[in-house]
């Protein structure tokens, strides 16, 4: 009897020694809806980030952890993305790495300051994300006012583009960016001949394309994604508008090309938060795993949700903890080398190094530009 309580006692502490604790991590992006392969992009670079935690086998707190991806669709809808802030905070996560757009990220940030749960966005690039001066609000990419700066600089130094129209479609990133490629424009001596806005599920531009044609602008400049800008470079081209059509990190994607078919030519230009993914530190790398592990090509932010999660990962094994209340100091100090280049924040919770990079199609896709 003795030998057989032994052995039982011996089987547990076996068991208890490789026991794992489960720690949910939290994702959110638009899952459904038309960017759905901007947020799955962000979802499977998160889940690469979080499998290759796991196998490194880590021990936070005296304890080994197994992390686990816990998804939620925001339809990138600001309502939405609310709903789904709570519910991962509901769940238990000891971090986010979301949203995908700055129109949810925005209102979702609420939830997760009155949770105290640290959230990393990997996409969303409006200033008022990080100017709410929540605590737990982190971005791993550069924000609009520098990608603003960087086409109009762009557009009137090496086009020399004189006039410009200018549209927007009244989320929080797309008018926060034309907002800001508008007021740089206008301090580099540029003129904005037309200002219209339309919205993220519009797909007829005629009356607004019809009105800025009257105007004889050099250039339109679209604040938005590319479910949006494709049709509306289309329809541009259609009404005999040769101007030439710039864009922000929304339309810099494959999808843009795909969707707007013969209408792209030499004439369209966009801008990227960050640096092109031959030119990051791990970018090459990333791509051969992520196309081997997801079958898929990078659209947009996986890189980037790759640091934000392993970020968020940086700071509890800085805490040895995975509790969000002890943790989150440690945020303030993470500092490596990930994917996309140094990984490491300021006061505010924005990136340090950010970087902004100019595309121009051609070839038949977007090639960065010096």
Known sequence: MKKT?????????????????????GHA?????????????????????IEDANAKGLTIGGKAVK????????????????????????????GVIG????????????????????????????PKLTQQNYKVT?????????????MAKYAIETLKVKKFAIIDDRTAYGQGLADAFAENVKKMGGEVVGREFTN????????????????????????????????????MRQLGIAATFLGGDGNCTAEMVK???????????????GIPLSMMPGGSEFLSRFKQRFNAEVQLYAPYSYDAASALIEGMKAADSTDPAKY????????????????????????????????????GKWEPLK
């Open 67 to 94: 992390f686990e991806l816990v998804s939620e669709d925001d339809q990138a809808d600001p309502r939405t993305a609310t709903t789904a802030a709570q519910r991962l905070t509901d769940a238990g996560v000891a």
């Open 138 to 150: 982190y971005r791993v990419i550069a924000n609009d006012l520098q990608q603003g700066e960087a």
């Open 328 to 363: 989150l100091a440690a945020m303030q100090k993470v500092s490596f080398k990930g994917v996309t280049g140094n990984i490491a924040f300021d006061a505010k919770g924005d990136i340090k190094e950010g970087g902004v990079s100019l595309y121009g199609y051609a070839n």
């Open 99 to 126: 949203h995908t757009t700055s129109g949810a990220s925005i209102p979702a940030s609420r939830v997760y300051e009155q949770a105290g749960v640290p959230v990393i966005t990997p996409s969303s690039t409006s």
């Open 29 to 49: 992006g638009p899952l459904t809806g038309p960017i759905a392969h901007i947020g799955k992009d962000g979802e499977n670079g998160a889940r690469l980030a």
């Open 259 to 273: 969707l707007a078919g013969d209408a792209m030519n030499d004439k369209v230009f966009c801008t990227q938060a």
């Open 200 to 235: 993220d599920k519009a797909t007829d531009f005629t009356a607004i394309l019809t009105k800025i044609k009257a105007r004889t602008p050099d250039a339109v400049f679209y604040g938005g994604m590319d479910a949006q800008g494709a049709p509306m470079l289309r329809q």
């Open 5 to 25: 309580l032994l052995a039982l006692a011996l089987v547990s502490a076996g068991f208890a020694a490789h026991a794992q604790t489960v720690v949910k991590i």
